[in-house]
């Protein structure tokens, strides 16, 4: 190699940064072998297996997770590791996607989360007024808004949970949606009015209403009492927005005041009713919770990007014109150089 490397004329030859390479790894392989046989007892080296391919592969990967960008950062690096390692798990491991973040939440002692949410959650009940929280009973609108919100939120829980027992806890059987239209009464041997009925039906029973139970619906009705409380005192609602463990806080919070306000009787029973298998409510309950209150604040931050929408357009809308307008006004105004 060396020889042939001062004989090249420049066309028949590889080029400067081929020969370097050949040269390191022919003269970098026979002593790679003798360190394995000798030193560490191999019986064979398969040579073939030293190789970079692996590396360039996994480095064409980060580039092509990147948008096939050749210039990646160490930003963009990491990110495609952990969308790597996520197909990975999904592909290889059969990993449930509701543990996925957990998986990828950073290492947290238990013990010191569990004394972290504890703190906060005194924190949130020398805040609040605890006596009022479950008195200030909601309006008919909300009664049945909470429960369709509660079917849903039993829908999702029976398809996870397993104990059949469990099940009857949260949902009822289905029922037959009773649907009347004007003059009922009098047309209703009319093929016409029933088929409007079973198309009507049909629109608003897509996958299957699911009808939660009584004790799912007041269950969901206490927990949004609750949030309603904490939402209108602004001093306890930025105080559980900044926490680090949020869901953790809120259920603790309302599972500490179910058990220590002795008016609160109905909560209270509710925490001791098992399923005919055993299994108490009181776990139900807390997954519950937590998937309402992901429902609440998702709705609470749509209403604040709402307003922050809204400001931004009165403030385009300044003299009457409409934002786009203002945006060509400006543009004619503006110096063409």
């Not at 429902?295 to 990007?305: H, L, P, R, S």
Request: proline fraction near 2%; hydrophobic fraction near 35%.
């Amino acid at each position: 190699m060396h020889t042939w490397r001062e004989q090249g004329n420049g066309e028949n030859s590889l080029t400067r940064e081929t020969f370097i390479a050949t040269i390191q790894s022919a003269e970098a392989i026979p002593e790679v072998v003798k360190y394995l046989t000798e030193e560490k007892g191999l019986s064979y080296v398969l040579t073939g297996k030293l190789q970079s391919d692996p590396l360039e592969r996994r480095f064409s990967w980060y580039r092509q997770l990147s948008g096939a960008n050749y210039y990646v950062s160490v930003r963009q690096v990491l990110e495609a590791e952990k969308n790597i390692r996520l197909q990975s798990l999904i592909k290889f491991s059969k990993i449930n996607i509701e543990d996925i973040p957990d998986i990828f939440r950073p290492v947290e002692n238990d013990y010191s989360k569990e004394l972290a949410v504890s703190k906060d959650c005194k924190h949130m009940l020398m805040l609040l007024d605890t006596e009022k929280f479950f008195y200030e009973r909601q309006g008919d609108e909300d009664n049945r808004i909470m429960y369709y919100i509660s079917g849903g939120v039993a829908r999702s829980l029976c398809k996870h949970e397993k104990c059949q027992d469990c099940k009857e806890l949260l949902i009822k059987e289905n029922q037959d949606v009773v649907v009347r239209f004007d003059n009922d009464c009098l047309l209703s041997d009319c093929s016409v009015v029933k088929s409007k009925k079973s198309a009507f039906l049909d629109q608003i029973n897509r996958g299957g209403l699911t009808y939660p139970s009584d004790l799912t619906h007041i269950s969901s009705l206490c927990i949004w009492n609750f949030y309603s409380a904490i939402l209108e005192h602004k001093e306890a609602m930025a105080f559980l927005l900044n926490m680090s463990h949020t869901q953790e806080v809120f259920t603790q919070t309302f599972f500490t005041l179910a058990e220590e306000c002795q008016e609160l009787k109905l909560v209270e029973n509710m925490m001791v009713i098992m399923c005919k298998s055993g299994h108490p409510f009181k776990d139900i309950l807390k997954i519950l919770s937590k998937k309402l209150f992901n429902a609440f604040v998702k709705n609470f931050g749509k209403e604040i990007n709402s307003q922050a929408r809204l400001q931004k357009r009165r403030l385009h809308n300044e003299g009457g014109l409409s934002s786009s307008n203002v945006r060509k006004v400006k543009k004619l105004q503006s110096d063409k150089s």
